[in-house]
Protein backbone atom coordinates (compact mmCIF):
# COMPACT_ATOMS: atom_id res chain seq x y z
CA UNK A 1 0.00 0.00 0.00
CA UNK A 2 0.98 3.41 0.00
CA UNK A 3 1.50 6.48 2.67
CA UNK A 4 -2.21 7.43 1.78
CA UNK A 5 -3.84 4.09 1.36
CA UNK A 6 -2.66 3.32 4.67
CA UNK A 7 -3.74 6.83 6.16
CA UNK A 8 -7.59 5.86 4.89
CA UNK A 9 -7.20 2.06 5.97
CA UNK A 10 -6.45 3.32 9.60
CA UNK A 11 -9.07 5.80 9.73
CA UNK A 12 -11.95 2.83 8.56
CA UNK A 13 -10.28 0.54 11.25
CA UNK A 14 -10.63 3.12 14.08
CA UNK A 15 -14.13 3.09 13.20
CA UNK A 16 -14.40 -0.86 13.70
CA UNK A 17 -12.58 -0.18 17.13
CA UNK A 18 -14.94 2.42 17.56
CA UNK A 19 -17.85 0.22 16.79
CA UNK A 20 -16.87 -2.34 19.54
CA UNK A 21 -15.51 0.30 22.00
CA UNK A 22 -18.47 2.69 21.78
CA UNK A 23 -21.49 1.30 19.16
CA UNK A 24 -23.72 4.00 19.76
CA UNK A 25 -21.62 6.60 18.40
CA UNK A 26 -20.22 4.68 15.64
CA UNK A 27 -23.49 3.33 14.59
CA UNK A 28 -24.62 7.13 14.55
CA UNK A 29 -21.62 8.29 12.70
CA UNK A 30 -22.34 5.30 10.20
CA UNK A 31 -25.77 6.51 9.67
CA UNK A 32 -25.35 9.87 9.09
CA UNK A 33 -22.64 9.07 6.38
CA UNK A 34 -24.69 6.81 4.45
CA UNK A 35 -27.80 8.85 4.41
CA UNK A 36 -25.53 12.21 3.62
CA UNK A 37 -23.76 10.02 0.84
CA UNK A 38 -26.84 9.03 -0.80
CA UNK A 39 -27.91 10.41 -3.98
CA UNK A 40 -30.35 13.28 -3.93
CA UNK A 41 -30.01 16.48 -5.69
CA UNK A 42 -26.54 15.83 -5.68
CA UNK A 43 -24.67 12.49 -6.59
CA UNK A 44 -22.50 10.49 -4.35
CA UNK A 45 -19.32 11.38 -6.44
CA UNK A 46 -20.25 15.61 -5.79
CA UNK A 47 -20.90 15.00 -2.19
CA UNK A 48 -17.53 13.48 -2.10
CA UNK A 49 -15.76 16.48 -3.66
CA UNK A 50 -17.62 19.10 -1.33
CA UNK A 51 -16.37 16.32 1.81
CA UNK A 52 -12.97 16.52 -0.37
CA UNK A 53 -12.83 20.32 0.21
CA UNK A 54 -13.87 20.20 3.24
CA UNK A 55 -10.85 18.16 4.42
CA UNK A 56 -8.77 20.26 2.62
CA UNK A 57 -9.54 23.51 4.42
CA UNK A 58 -9.91 22.24 7.80
CA UNK A 59 -7.11 20.92 7.63
CA UNK A 60 -7.53 16.86 8.12
CA UNK A 61 -5.06 14.28 6.39
CA UNK A 62 -7.00 11.18 7.14
CA UNK A 63 -10.58 13.10 5.87
CA UNK A 64 -8.28 13.84 2.60
CA UNK A 65 -7.32 10.28 2.70
CA UNK A 66 -11.33 9.38 2.78
CA UNK A 67 -12.19 11.12 0.67
CA UNK A 68 -9.97 11.44 -2.09
CA UNK A 69 -10.46 7.27 -2.23
CA UNK A 70 -14.10 7.16 -2.11
CA UNK A 71 -14.42 10.49 -4.67
CA UNK A 72 -12.47 8.24 -7.00
CA UNK A 73 -14.48 4.89 -6.38
CA UNK A 74 -17.21 7.40 -7.42
CA UNK A 75 -16.20 8.03 -10.73
CA UNK A 76 -14.47 11.43 -9.64
CA UNK A 77 -11.61 12.63 -12.59
CA UNK A 78 -8.20 13.94 -12.21
CA UNK A 79 -9.25 17.11 -12.92
CA UNK A 80 -12.79 17.36 -11.05
CA UNK A 81 -10.04 16.69 -8.17
CA UNK A 82 -7.88 19.10 -8.63
CA UNK A 83 -10.41 21.86 -9.69
CA UNK A 84 -11.85 20.70 -5.67
CA UNK A 85 -8.20 21.59 -4.64
CA UNK A 86 -8.34 24.91 -5.88
CA UNK A 87 -11.68 25.66 -4.78
CA UNK A 88 -10.77 24.49 -1.25
CA UNK A 89 -7.52 27.09 -1.86
CA UNK A 90 -9.51 30.05 -2.46
CA UNK A 91 -11.54 29.64 0.84
CA UNK A 92 -8.92 28.53 2.65
CA UNK A 93 -6.34 30.26 1.73
CA UNK A 94 -2.20 29.32 2.27
CA UNK A 95 -2.84 26.38 4.53
CA UNK A 96 -5.26 25.14 1.84
CA UNK A 97 -2.57 25.34 -0.60
CA UNK A 98 -0.48 22.80 1.74
CA UNK A 99 -3.34 20.51 2.25
CA UNK A 100 -4.14 20.64 -1.50
CA UNK A 101 -0.81 19.42 -1.96
CA UNK A 102 -1.57 16.61 0.50
CA UNK A 103 -5.05 15.52 -1.70
CA UNK A 104 -2.86 15.76 -4.95
CA UNK A 105 -0.55 13.23 -3.67
CA UNK A 106 -3.44 11.25 -2.28
CA UNK A 107 -5.20 11.15 -5.58
CA UNK A 108 -2.10 10.24 -7.58
CA UNK A 109 -1.16 7.47 -5.39
CA UNK A 110 -5.09 5.92 -5.42
CA UNK A 111 -5.44 5.84 -9.05
Same mark, same amino acid.
Given at each position: ?8 ? @?? %?? %????? !?? $? &??? #? @??? %? *?????? @???? =? ?6 ? $? ?6 ? #? ?30 ? /?????? *?? !??? &? =??? /? &?? /??? $???
Amino acid at each position: MGEWTDKAK @AV %FD %FVGTL !SK $E &YPG #I @AQG %F *GTMHQA @AGEK =GALDPKQK $ELIALGIA #ITIRCEGCIACHVKDALENGATQQEIVETIGV /AVVMGG *GP !SVV &Y =GDK /A &YK /AMK $EMM
